[in-house]
């Protein structure tokens, strides 16, 4: 026996085959319909798998839910990271450039922004530590820009990329949810004028 036999995939290669597919098949659905008009059935029509294979890949809807959450955060964390490390060492440029590619990316898909910023929520408290954990990351992120801001800033560092990270949430939730939508710059151009606020570029 070589392990190998449907399609000439390994036990561990169809179950890698079938995340696969849910993970795809969840980015569309969870962000429409949406995480609570998404069944475990339709998911798996999709995806093409059996109810039973579902479980084989993940725990629950919400389990699924926190894979597709995790990616695109992953994602957009390398794109950000990869904006900054490419912008001019001023702080004020180094702000522009991790916004606006933080921005720009996520609104490039709105089924990303819609899972990062709105079904994520509606998933329930059983998201709450990957939420905690992605604002975790941002705010490092914010933290590491401003460390050699030549003066005293207002705040104690971290809780003002907290809340700046909040501010920064709430125009795209506003972008996902406003018919029509604002334009992508000008969600930048507020966000920015925050930040350089906050920080007093």
């Known amino acids: 026996m070589t392990g190998r036999d449907y399609r000439g995939m390994s036990a561990a290669e169809r179950l890698a085959d079938r995340r696969e597919r ?24 999709t995806a093409r798998i059996s109810n039973r294979a579902f479980y084989e890949c993940f725990s629950s809807r919400e389990d699924l839910m926190r894979a597709v959450y995790d990616r695109c955060v ?16 001023t702080l004020d440029e180094r702000i522009v ?13 709105v089924r990303r922004a819609r899972v990062m910023h709105l079904e994520v929520r509606r998933a329930g408290s059983v998201l709450t530590a990957a939420r905690q954990h992605t604002v ?3 705010s ?11 003066h005293r800033l207002p705040l104690e560092t971290h809780l003002l ?4 990270i909040g501010a920064i949430t709430e125009l795209l939730i ?9 334009p992508t ?9 925050i930040f350089r606020c906050a920080f007093g570029v």
């Open 97 to 109: 450039a991790g916004i606006a590619e933080y921005v720009r990316f996520v609104t490039k898909d």
């Open 185 to 193: 710059d000008k969600v930048i151009d507020a966000a920015v004028h």
């Open 22 to 45: 849910l993970i795809t098949a969840a980015y569309t659905l969870f962000a429409h319909p949406g995480f609570h008009a998404t069944t475990i059935e339709k998911l798996c029509t």
């Open 174 to 182: 506003e972008w996902v949810l406003a018919n029509p939508a604002p």
């Open 74 to 89: 992953e994602e957009t964390l390398t794109s950000v990271n990869q904006a900054i490390d490419k912008a001019p060492p």
């Open 161 to 164: 990329s907290l809340g700046l």
């Open 140 to 150: 490092e992120i914010i933290e590491g820009v401003v460390q050699d801001v030549p």
């Open 136 to 138: 975790k990351a941002f």
